[in-house]
């Protein structure tokens, strides 16, 4: 693996889908933001941040958003914070990491876009010169997933749920998905196996506490690999 290297693994959750046509006020909203920092020599995590943020008051969390990923306005409204010293150090962490891994990373990384130029930051993101890196992309092959084709009605190879994808690598099922806390632990365990094939939980136990506690995974197999 890389020496003295750092990757960054980010998840948004939002108020819905980017709006494209639109843009502005309707594009959506990042409602949580998660981002874990891990040195790819030591594999140790160097940083974890997770923080709920407080969207203007005249936006609402619309109920279909609220149902899949759990935060309600209450909920933002009691934990949320200001999204723009977020979003600053989000970006200089970014600057700071060789590589950048999300699952779906263009749809995280249009949130930011747009969050900073709603926030007075214009264009940070363009500033940086980083490397992506894609779970859902590189995991297509792998996870060899299917859909059928609203045109030929025949099956094709689709690409896969960050689920998926994980039930594809691992043989298990990790609860509570579609927070971005947990999806950001599930999607670095995903990036280990399918750049380096290796499996995280064997070589930090720290890190498998925390995803066992967070995401409880429903196996049918055991890991039996020793941890350091």
Request: hydrophobic share 35%; aromatic share 8%; glycine share 4%.
């Amino acid at each position: 693996m890389s020496e003295n290297k750092k990757a960054l693994i980010f998840d948004t959750e939002t108020t819905g889908l980017p709006n494209k046509k639109y843009g502005g006020s309707k594009y959506g909203y990042i409602v949580q933001i998660s981002w874990i920092m891990i040195d790819l020599s030591t594999h140790k995590l160097l940083k974890t941040r997770d923080c709920i943020i407080r969207i203007p008051y005249n936006i609402k969390i619309p109920k279909e958003a609220s149902d899949i990923h759990g935060i309600t306005n209450k909920i933002m409204r009691q934990k949320g914070i200001n999204i723009k010293p977020v979003l600053r150090e989000i970006i200089n962490d970014m600057r700071l990491s060789n590589v950048v891994v999300a699952h779906n990373i263009n749809f995280d990384i249009s949130f930011l876009k747009i969050e900073s130029f709603r926030n007075g930051l214009g264009n940070i993101y363009n500033t940086l010169h980083i490397k992506k890196y894609d779970t859902m992309f590189k995991g297509k092959i792998i996870a060899d997933t299917y859909r059928i084709s609203p045109t030929s009605g025949k099956k094709v190879l689709k690409v896969p749920k960050l689920l998926e994808l994980h039930q594809k690598l691992f043989k298990t099922t990790p609860l509570n998905l579609h927070n971005s806390l947990i999806d950001i632990y599930v999607c670095l365990r995903c990036y280990y196996k399918l750049e380096y094939d290796v499996d995280i939980l064997t070589i930090n136990s720290s890190f498998r506490s925390s995803f066992n506690e967070l995401c409880n995974p429903q196996s049918n197999s055991k890991l039996s690999s020793p941890l350091l």
